[in-house]
């Protein structure tokens, strides 16, 4: 099993910055993608960043050149960490996001969700 915990977020004025991370434990050498998802107020899920252990890693055009995702040595921390640093946020980037992580023994594993506000 993987079990995941979230942490970050909050509330942002329009331009400011929050990041979020998700740390993974337990089978974490059966993780073969770990993603970022939001679901903004009324609309659908949406992937933002998708990271693999062996691929690059992409971002959504709503996204990209605004967010960015870093992933620790799991070697090093033996924990599987992905922070997501979102900066010039915008009203649109309201939503709660959650963590994602793919397994290749147990499937989809979801984290518990964080709310990120952005307002003046």
């Known amino acids: 099993q993987v079990r995941l915990v979230e942490s970050g977020g909050g509330l942002a004025e329009p331009g400011g910055s929050l990041t979020l991370s998700c740390t993974a434990s337990?089978?974490?050498?059966?993780?073969?993608?770990m993603n970022w998802y939001r679901r903004a107020p009324g609309k659908q899920r949406e992937l933002i960043v998708a990271v693999t252990s062996s691929g690059p890693t992409t971002y959504a055009d709503s996204v990209k050149g605004r967010f960015i995702c870093s992933r620790d040595n799991v070697r090093t921390t033996g924990h599987h960490t992905v922070t997501l640093q979102m900066n010039s946020l915008k009203p649109e980037d309201t939503a709660v996001y959650y963590c994602?992580?793919?397994?290749?023994?147990?499937?989809?594993?979801w984290g518990q969700g964080t709310q990120v506000t952005v307002s003046s």
């Open positions: 994602n992580v793919r397994s290749a023994t147990s499937g989809d594993h």
């Open positions: 337990g089978n974490i050498a059966s993780i073969y993608a």
